[in-house]
Each structure stands twice: as C-alpha cells, then as structure tokens.
C-alpha cells in the first residue's frame, strides 16, 4: 500500500515526465532487488518452504469478516483450517469457502457497521495493549507484573489528549488545503495516501489488531509536524487568551466542575475487582501457522529445568499428543492420548500435582527450582504440539527460555502465572492523575490572572 502511495505521488507530482520516468523506474528496481535479494538470502541461510506451515493470506481476511468479533484475531477462526496434512491449496479453499457464506450473511448496512467496528478496534486508543502485556518491569529476579499490567489503563487515558490533538490538528490542516484549494506538498501526499491505504487495507481486506496502527503512526506524525509548522499556533494561543482573561474565575470554575465530575463518574475503575494473571513464566507461543509436531520416541523422557521467582504460582503445560496407526499413509488415523507429567520443586523436595489437562492447581507453585519431566507412556514414538522445534535458534543466553535438557532446539509450550484479583487502575495513579490536572488548571489560572492585573496597573500608570 505505502508503494502505491508512492507512485501515485510520483505520477502526480512529478515535475517533468523524465523525472517521473527516472523516479518510477527506480522505485520498481528498488523492489526486484529486495524481492529477489531476500530469495538469495533465505537460499544462503538453507531455508525450506514447508507446506504445513504455509497459510494462506485468505485466513486473515476470514478473521477479518468474523461476525462475532470486531475483526480481530480469534482463537477459532486463527485455527480454522490448519489442522496438520491440509496442503495450502486446501486451505485456501476452504478459507475461500468461509468467506464467501460469510459475506452472504451481511447485508450493506452491516458491513459498512462491521467496518467501522474494525477501525475503532484498531484506531480507538492510540496506545498499544493488546500484544504487550508480557513486557516485564524490573528484572528476570522480580517479573512479577509487566509494564502494562501495571501502568497500561493509565497510559491509555493519559495519552488520550496528545492522540486527539494529532488527529485533529492533521485533520484541520488537511481540510484547510483542500477548502482553499492549496497545494500540497509531495510529502504531505504521499504521507496521506499511506495512511489511507493502511486503513483501507487492513479496515476493508484484513484482520485488525490495535498494534497494526503504529504502521500509520509515522505518516500522521510527519503530517503534524507540517500542521505546527503552517498553522497560527502562537495566534490561536493568544485568542484563546484573550477570551479566557475576560473572565478567568468563571471558566476556572467550569473546569474545575468537570474534573470532579471526570472525577467522580470514572472513579469504579479503582474499586471494581478484575481477574489479573501476573505471568512469570510464559514460553512460545505455538507456531502462528501450525508446525511440525515434535516426535517423541516410545518411553522417552523428557526434562526441563527452571526457576520460579514468585510464590503462589499455577502452572500450565501442554501435554496433548498423538500416535499415528501402522496402516498406510491414505488411512493414518490418530489416537490422542496425554503425555505423562511429573514436575518437582527440588529446592522444597516437593512433588507438585498435575492434572491430566497438564494445569496444577492455583497457588501449588512456590518458589523455588523446579525439574519437569514429559513421558512417553506408550510403546510407538508420539507426536506433539507441546514442543516447539526452534531449530538453529540459540537461545541459551537468555534466562527468559528454557529448552529441553540436552536439546537446546527444542523448547516446551508452559505457562506459570500468579492469579490475582486487583484493580484497573491503583487510586494512586488514579488521583496521581486528577491532581496533575487540577495543579495544571491552576496554574493557568494564576497566569492569566497575574498577566490581566499586570496589564490594569500599566493602564493606571498611564
């Protein structure tokens, strides 16, 4: 999409059509050189396309038309149809075949609905949560909350001014070129065709996620600084002050109403308990695409070593897995079966239950150093998904991964968490925040108050 908007800059305001010609050739070059270039590298570092990892590009804007959600990733349609076996040509019929019943179910009110649904999911805060909340404050000693389990709703609401002073501060110099019918510049242009191709894409074709804003983030930053440049900032700021000297108490009075009632109205948000599972431990995510399950062969044991900084953990450990039947390769049927699970707290010399869903039971986990172990309880090898194949990847510099002892490649799907029942937003944070906005309210007010005094005694002087 940012391509598109290029060329069509180019065509648009290039000065001559050589320059356009040199410009235009030089962008498609730029592209044959990256796209055949990334095959060479890929070719170099011994890359192999593996057919049941390929998905379609038509699972996401499956995702994307899902009735249910407000086109964001979901757990059912992220899974659809990429049971192991299916070769893409196969998924993308059946994908195909999703997308056109469910775009019969909608008439053109509900999709225009649908679409405005998406772009509030992905444009409505300006501040990213939804793929960010393993970002740990602190050390690998005291992972106890991230980042943005502990600050994120503040974040959000803090940064709610700034990201609608950007928006309309670009909107309003955009609509004043285009009312007087003023030129724009070039990088003006390009930068709003790309955000608008960005959120034509994603909004109209693709699955939504919060993060995928960020792409539009630059373009609206480079428009504002335009903006800033361009517009009486220093004129609307002094009209501005010569309304509110005219009667500063009144207008402080006002505002200072609507901070309590601000106040007063969004105060639940630090009474009202929610369920937080403060994650200490919490490795890989299960390939995007499916993978190549893991083999484990008959009998085998399998050992991880880890450590748990926190107490009152509840551990999570994927241990589903399958054996495939003798008979031959166009009739393999499947049997499901869990593997065994023993995990032990060698610091406390404490076995830990497990249930054969692989979870311990809340607060089991103290801590202390612990040894899981996988077992293969059958006589045939078994595959699972439990175990993420990282290849060359070495990961053993970092504390945050633990691999399987004497397999380094291999790393096990696990989860260990401490439940919690707190708040959105702390009352700290939360008054930290109204204060701030009333000592802010003041100072203005003194300000403005102090300049009109000023301005009375030089007018009696004279």
């Not at 890359?47 to 998905?55: I, M």
């Not at 390939?287 to 450590?307: E, M, N, R, W």
């Amino acid at each position: 999409m940012i391509i598109i908007a290029l060329l069509i800059t180019i065509v648009l305001m290039g000065q001559t059509v050589r320059q356009k010609f040199l410009q235009i050739s030089l962008l498609i070059a730029t592209v044959i050189v990256v796209y055949f270039g990334s095959s060479v590298i890929q070719t170099a570092q011994r890359y192999e396309r593996n057919n049941q990892v390929v998905t379609p590009a038509t699972r996401y804007i499956n995702m994307g038309l899902n009735p249910n959600t407000s086109g964001q990733i979901d757990g059912n349609d992220a899974w659809l149809y990429e049971q192991p076996g299916r070769t893409p040509k196969e998924k993308n019929r059946l994908y195909l075949s999703s997308i056109k019943r469910r775009l019969l179910n909608y008439s053109v009110g509900s999709l225009s609905e649908h679409f405005l649904k998406k772009a509030t999911y992905m444009y409505g805060t300006g501040l990213t949560i939804q793929d960010f909340f393993y970002w740990y404050a602190g050390n690998k000693n005291n992972p106890e909350e991230s980042i943005l389990d502990r600050f994120g709703v503040t974040l959000v609401n803090g940064f709610q001014f700034f990201y609608i002073l950007l928006s309309v501060m670009t909107f309003v110099f955009l609509w004043r070129h285009l009312k007087n019918k003023r030129s724009i510049p070039p990088v003006v242009l390009f930068s709003v065709l790309g955000v608008l191709g960005v959120c034509a894409f994603q909004v109209g074709l693709w699955e939504v996620r919060d993060r995928y804003s960020l792409l539009a983030v630059p373009f609206t930053v480079f428009i504002f600084s335009y903006a800033l440049a361009e517009l009486d900032i220093v004129g609307w700021i002094s009209r501005l002050g010569s309304i509110l000297k005219q009667d500063v108490i009144r207008y402080f009075i006002i505002s200072t109403g609507l901070l309590v009632f601000g106040y007063l109205s969004n105060y639940p948000l630090t009474t009202q308990l929610v369920e937080k599972n403060n994650v200490s431990i919490h490795q890989p995510y299960v390939a995007y695409a499916g993978q190549s399950d893991v083999k484990i062969k008959a009998h085998d044991k399998l050992k991880i070593t880890f450590d748990v900084e926190t107490t009152r953990n509840a551990g999570s450990f994927y241990n589903s897995a399958y054996s495939i039947s003798s008979d031959s390769k166009s009739q393999q049927v499947k049997k499901y079966l869990p593997l065994q699970i023993s995990l032990r707290n060698t610091t406390l010399h404490k076995s830990i239950e497990v249930d054969s869903n692989g979870n311990t039971k809340a607060n089991a986990m103290q801590k202390g150093k612990y040894v899981l172990t996988l077992t293969n309880p059958m006589n045939q090898a078994v595959y699972t998904q439990g175990i993420i194949d990282i290849g060359k990847a070495d990961f053993s510099f970092n504390s945050l991964y633990r691999s399987i002892s004497g397999h380094p490649d291999l790393m096990p799907v696990m989860t260990v968490a401490r439940s919690s029942q707190n708040t959105l937003v702390s009352k700290k944070q939360y008054n930290a925040i109204f204060i701030l906005l009333f000592v802010s309210l003041c100072i203005i007010t003194y300000m403005f108050r102090k300049k009109d005094k000023i301005r009375s005694l030089s007018k009696s002087k004279v």
